[in-house]
């Protein structure tokens, strides 16, 4: 399935990592071809001499091409363009992943992004150098948006399958029967209380952040639409460009705190393993009071 505004040119591109420009002229396919065939030569002739010409001419090709200013933009550009098909791939996927009201809101922000970009198209040449700056912002926004809205249906996701009322009737039912309790099993139990009550925190904690997605994501759909608006008449492309600045440090900020609520989860960890081993210890301490007779 495709989507409006979702191409190589609408998803940002991440910068090329350090490269490696000798394993990148050693790798070149005509080089393979041109050590293959000196190989095959020397076979067929049965001497080594092609062999030991084509090392000679391999080390100066190395010491030569990887330090060529034209060989480097060729393969940054190539790199560049991978990235470029990797994020869409991954921003694609993230959108078919969506369910069909998200999926519906992000293709209505792509037709507005591409509305922008068609009527700041038709402005005075002077005006078309802000252009490109205007369509990396608009690019920007778009991929940001969407992970907002995977972040949106995830958090959605867990709010259906988790029923804060049930933790709490969980943690009353708990401490009720705390003091009947065997002291192993209260050892367990007010560990179980303690993780509970994590989850409770942690369920506002979603809650609170699914209220500061919904509004980001609205935020964006309507500082577009006023963009779109605004692009049939406006003649200063400079001021659309600072709007839409703004707007993506804020879909940033929004994201890192997206992330920062994720990594809560991953404090559970550490309380469930000591649960684990509380459980494993009165197991084991249960079995030593065992014996089986001969």
Not at 143 to 168: C, E, F, H, P, V
Not at 207 to 222: F, H, I, P, S, W
Not at 263 to 280: Q, R, V, Y
Request: charged fraction near 25%; include cysteine; aromatic fraction near 6%.
């Amino acid at each position: 399935m495709a989507f409006p505004g979702l191409s190589n040119e609408s998803v940002p591109a991440d910068k090329p990592e350090d490269i490696n420009f000798f394993k990148e002229a050693f790798n070149l396919q005509y080089n393979w071809i041109a050590l293959a065939g000196a190989v095959a030569f020397a076979l067929a002739s049965g001497s080594v001499l092609p062999v030991i010409l084509a090392a000679g001419v391999e080390l100066m090709y190395l010491a030569v091409v990887p330090h060529n200013s034209r060989f480097q933009r060729l393969v940054r550009s190539r790199k560049l363009l991978e990235q470029q098909r990797q994020n869409q791939q991954k921003l694609g996927e993230l959108v078919r992943n969506l369910p069909t009201e998200m999926q519906n809101r992000f293709i209505r922000s792509a037709q507005v992004c591409s509305s922008i970009r068609s009527n700041f198209a038709q402005f005075s040449s002077t005006s078309q150098i802000f252009l490109e700056q205007i369509d990396s912002r608009l690019q920007g926004l778009l991929s940001g948006y969407a992970r907002l809205l995977g972040s949106a249906a995830q958090q959605q996701q867990y709010m259906k399958t988790t029923d804060a009322n049930d933790i709490k009737r969980e943690i009353a039912g708990l401490e009720r029967m705390l003091d009947s309790d065997p002291p192993r099993v209260q050892e367990i139990n007010r560990k179980r209380i303690e993780i509970l009550t994590k989850r409770q925190e942690k369920f506002a904690k979603i809650c609170e952040n699914r209220k500061v997605v919904d509004a980001q994501c609205a935020a964006v759909e309507d500082v577009l639409m006023l963009v779109r608006d605004q692009s049939v008449t406006m003649r200063d492309p400079q001021q659309v460009s600072d709007r839409l600045e703004n707007l993506v440090h804020e879909v940033e900020q929004t994201e890192q705190t997206v992330q920062q609520v994720e990594a809560i989860f991953n404090e559970m960890s550490p309380d469930l393993e000591g649960l684990m081993s509380l459980d494993d210890s009165s197991l084991s301490s249960t079995a030593a009071r065992v014996r089986i007779p001969n």
